[in-house]
C-alpha cells in the first residue's frame, strides 16, 4: 500500500505516513490540528531499515493533488483560478484559491456543469475556498402538470370573480347606479386580472432564472375553490443552485417587480369601477367583509377617485384583483427563509445571521396574529420552510454589483408600500 502525504490544515507541516485516510482528525504533532491526504508517495525499492534517518534515500514522490478527480475536470478548474488543493471527503474536493483568473462565475459554473461538475467559492477564516462536487441531477419537467394546475386554476377563480360580481351588481343595483351587470363578464376580467399579476409575477421570476442560466420549472398556479379569490397563488421550483449573490437578487426582485407593474394599471382600471358613497348611504347591518389597506392602494385611491376619507367604497372584482396582487408582493417581499425577500437578504449577510432573522420574523407574524389570523398560519409557515435554512449562492465571494444593491432597495421601497398588517377581517 502506497504511503500518504499529509499536510496541516493549520500550519501546513506535511509528513509521510502509513495511511491512506482522506482526513486525521487532530493528528499534527506539531500543533495539533487536521491533517489532510494531499499525494501519495511510492518507492521504487524497498526503503532499506536502518535507525538512522539520515541513511534512508529520498523516495520518489507521485503527488496525486486530487484523488479520483477527472484531469480534465482540474486543468478546466486551473484555467479560471490559481489553486492550491486542500483536502477531500470522497465527494467534495476543496482547494484554497490563491488567485481569480476568471471574474465572472456564471462562466466557471457553466464550464464546470458540462464537465458533470458544480462549484462553489467560500470565504472561510480569511480564505478564498473552491468546493467542487459531483452535479446534482435535474430532472425534466413534468410538461402536463403545470396546464392541468393552470386549467384548474382558470376555473376556480371564474367561479370566485361570478360571486364576487353577483355581490357588485346587487350593490349597483341597491344604489340604482348604472354598470355593467353581466356577471360573466365581471367574472371573466376578474380571472384574468389575477391570472395576469400572478402569471407575470411568476414569469419574472423564469426569465431571470434563465438569464443566470438556473434551471427552473414552469409556473404552477395553486387553485383553491373555496377562497374569496379562488387561488392561493403561483410557485416555480429552482432545481440548480443559484451562481451568484447578483443572480440571487434578480431571481428574488424579478417577480415581485413584474407583478406589481401589472397591479397597478389593474387596481386603477378597478378603483374607476367601483361604488362609491358617503357613510350615511351605507346600511347599518351586521357582518361584512372589509379589506385592509396599504401606502400604495391609499395613493392610488386618492389619485384615480379624489375621494374624502369618510367615503365608504365597494370594490369592483377587478379591483380586488390589483388588490391581491399588491398583498402578494407584499407577502413575498418579506424577507425570510427562501421567499423572494429572504433571497434578496441572503444575498446580504450569512446563513447563521439569516437563520435568526427567519426565527424572529416568524413569532413575530405569529404575534401579530390577533390583526389578522392568516398572520398565525404564516407564521407557522415560516417557521417550517426556514427550518431548511437559506443556502445562499454558490459564490459569496464575488462582490454584489451597483445595480443590484438598487434593485434591493427598491424591493424595500416596494415591501414598505405594500406593507398591509391587517389584510381582511370580518364583523
Known amino acids: 500500500m502506497p504511503r500518504g502525504i499529509y499536510e496541516c490544515l493549520n500550519c501546513g507541516y506535511r509528513e509521510e505516513r502509513d495511511s491512506t485516510e482522506p482526513l486525521l482528525e487532530r493528528s499534527c504533532p506539531r500543533c495539533g490540528g487536521d491533517m489532510i491526504l494531499v499525494g501519495y508517495a511510492r518507492e521504487d525499492a524497498e526503503r532499506p531499515r536502518s535507525p538512522s534517518l539520515e541513511s534512508v534515500p529520498t523516495p520518489e514522490i507521485h503527488v496525486a493533488e486530487t484523488p479520483d478527480l477527472p484531469p480534465e475536470v482540474e486543468a478546466k478548474l486551473r484555467t479560471f483560478y490559481n489553486l492550491r488543493f486542500a483536502g477531500f471527503d470522497g465527494r467534495v474536493f476543496v482547494f484554497e484559491v490563491e488567485d481569480i483568473l476568471e471574474p465572472n462565475f456564471e462562466k466557471v459554473l457553466s464550464e464546470m456543469e458540462r464537465?458533470?461538475?458544480?462549484?462553489?467559492?467560500?470565504?472561510?477564516?480569511?480564505?478564498?475556498?473552491?468546493?467542487?462536487?459531483?452535479?446534482?441531477?435535474?430532472?425534466?419537467?413534468?410538461?402536463?402538470?403545470?396546464?392541468?394546475?393552470?386549467?384548474?386554476?382558470?376555473?376556480?377563480?371564474?367561479f370566485a370573480g361570478y360571486m364576487l360580481a353577483l355581490n357588485y351588481i346587487s350593490a349597483l343595483d341597491y344604489y340604482g347606479l348604472?354598470?355593467?351587470?353581466?356577471?360573466?363578464?365581471?367574472?371573466?376580467?376578474?380571472?384574468?386580472?389575477?391570472?395576469?399579476?400572478?402569471?407575470?409575477h411568476e414569469l419574472g421570476h423564469k426569465i431571470a432564472a434563465a438569464y443566470h442560466g438556473v434551471r427552473a420549472t414552469m409556473p404552477y398556479f395553486i387553485p383553491f375553490p373555496f377562497s374569496l379569490i379562488g387561488t392561493l397563488g403561483a410557485v416555480i421550483r429552482v432545481k440548480s443552485p443559484l451562481p451568484t449573490r447578483d443572480a440571487a437578487i434578480?431571481?428574488?426582485?424579478?417577480?415581485?417587480?413584474?407583478?406589481?407593474?401589472?397591479?397597478?394599471?389593474?387596481?386603477?382600471?378597478?378603483?374607476?369601477?367601483?361604488?362609491v358613497v358617503p357613510p350615511s348611504m351605507v346600511p347599518q347591518t351586521e357582518g361584512g367583509v372589509y379589506f385592509g389597506t396599504n401606502l400604495l392602494f391609499e395613493l392610488l385611491t386618492r389619485a384615480v377617485l379624489g375621494i374624502p376619507d369618510n367615503y365608504v367604497i365597494f370594490l369592483h372584482p377587478i379591483a380586488m384583483a390589483g388588490w391581491v396582487g399588491l398583498l402578494v408582493t407584499f407577502l413575498n417581499l418579506i424577507p425570510v427563509?427562501?421567499?423572494?425577500?429572504?433571497?434578496?437578504?441572503?444575498?446580504?449577510?450569512?446563513?447563521?445571521?439569516?437563520?435568526?432573522?427567519?426565527?424572529?420574523?416568524?413569532?413575530?407574524?405569529?404575534?401579530?396574529?390577533?390583526?389578522?389570523?392568516?398572520?398565525?398560519?404564516?407564521?407557522?409557515?415560516?417557521?417550517?420552510?426556514?427550518s431548511a435554512g437559506n443556502p445562499g449562492a454558490l459564490d459569496e465571494v464575488s462582490p454584489i454589483s451597483k445595480k443590484r444593491i438598487a434593485l434591493a432597495i427598491l424591493a424595500a421601497i416596494l415591501f414598505i408600500l405594500t406593507a398591509t398588517p391587517r389584510p381582511i377581517w370580518t364583523t
Open 178 to 200: 348604472p354598470g355593467m351587470k353581466d356577471p360573466y363578464l365581471i367574472a371573466l376580467s376578474f380571472s384574468v386580472s389575477v391570472m395576469a399579476i400572478l402569471g407575470t
Open 115 to 158: 464537465l458533470g461538475y458544480w462549484c462553489a467559492l467560500k470565504k472561510r477564516d480569511g480564505k478564498v475556498l473552491l468546493f467542487v462536487f459531483p452535479a446534482g441531477e435535474v430532472k425534466p419537467d413534468n410538461k402536463w402538470l403545470p396546464w392541468v394546475f393552470l386549467l384548474a386554476t382558470i376555473a376556480t377563480t371564474l
Open 337 to 386: 427563509a427562501q421567499l423572494d425577500g429572504g433571497h434578496v437578504l441572503r444575498a446580504f449577510i450569512s446563513e447563521r445571521t439569516h437563520r435568526i432573522v427567519t426565527y424572529v420574523t416568524a413569532f413575530v407574524l405569529i404575534g401579530m396574529s390577533y390583526l389578522w389570523s392568516g398572520w398565525f398560519i404564516w407564521g407557522l409557515l415560516v417557521l417550517l420552510i426556514g
Open 250 to 275: 434578480d431571481l428574488g426582485v424579478s417577480g415581485p417587480i413584474a407583478g406589481f407593474l401589472v397591479a397597478i394599471p389593474v387596481t386603477a382600471i378597478g378603483l374607476k369601477l367601483s361604488i
